[in-house]
């Protein structure tokens, strides 16, 4: 399927220039006055291409185009249009545009389809204004209640829900996205696999579990001038030792395992004391259960171990645990067929950041489109994608529809 390559790039475009920082990054932060805009061209487009228009209570945005069949389920795609602070031209904004170049191309082509076609903009996907990220795909698909996301506030104390008013994006619990034959989501990867090993897509089978730990060691504080090596019971030497060997296990346990700690506190935090007490964070990710219970497992003895032979105690407690996330067979097959008939050189993949589709992979069935991220840049004014892969991921998108369209997809 030729989708309208000018359009789609004056589209992105028109969205991409609406607030751009000093280093050349965007930054249209959900709900404020930039996303706004955004919003407001998307409804203008999506009037343009003769969609219904509806907004849900979360303030999501679906755009629908009607199908020849009535009994037929729709197919929805989406993904969202707000960014991170200082954030790049694609992350999310290539779902949308993808989608809806994706959706009026078909239109245009005359094809016949069955079912209706939505898009979605899902509303603060990023979690970097109101946190945490997923929020209006969390509520649909039962990870929150509505009431706590529309009290959740911004750096500023302002609320979610005051937020949809202000912007006119409040809208009707009746039209949130129901049932579905398919939801796709189009996505750049955001990370490195596609671009260094040469591939031009990647076939989302789904998303790795996440496992978070909060782990306090607890030594002795004491003086540093004082106090022999031989008798210290030194919490931030036991932290340190124990990450290195939590990290050098995950290797070890092999891909796609991933294991990070992005935060390390020492107290008292004074430079002639030893540490007493280190606080740090494990974020650990694996695409089976069994595999992340059992990383998580080995994780949490290497600390304990570690820390007895430090004369450290440990307090390990679990913040967050997220399944591996497993997509549809058949659209994950009507992906990889799609991608197989274009000639495009195309790699079945498991995403490790999270997406709306993994919430809405709770509810519908699901699946997802990667193109490459340049040298794995994302969440950056660096994060890039070759426009002929762009191009190519929305012609993949248009061809995934007209492959769903026919399938049987079980549910
Ligand atoms: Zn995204």
Redesign the pocket.
Known sequence: MKINEQRLKERFDRINGLAVTDEGGKMRLALNDADKEGRDLLVSWFKEAGMEVTVDDMGSIYGRLPGSDPDALPIALG??MDTQPNGGPY??LFGVMAGLEAIVSIKESGADIKSDLILVDWTN?EGARFVPPMLASGVISGQFTREWVYDLKDVDGIRYEDELERTGYKGDEKNRLGDVKAYLEP?IEQGPVLDAEGHQIGIVTGALGITGLDVTIRGEANHAGTTPMAMRKDALAAASDAILKIQANCVEFGEPAVLTNGIINAQPASKNIIPGEVYFSVDLRYHTDEGMAELEKQTIAIIEETCKAYGATVDIKQYWRAKPAHFHETIVGCVEEAASEAGLDAIRIISGAG?DAVFINEVQPVGMIFVPSIKGMSHCPQEDTKWEDIVAGTELTADTILKLDKAEVSR
């Open positions: 993904s969202h992350d999310g996907e996505h997406h």
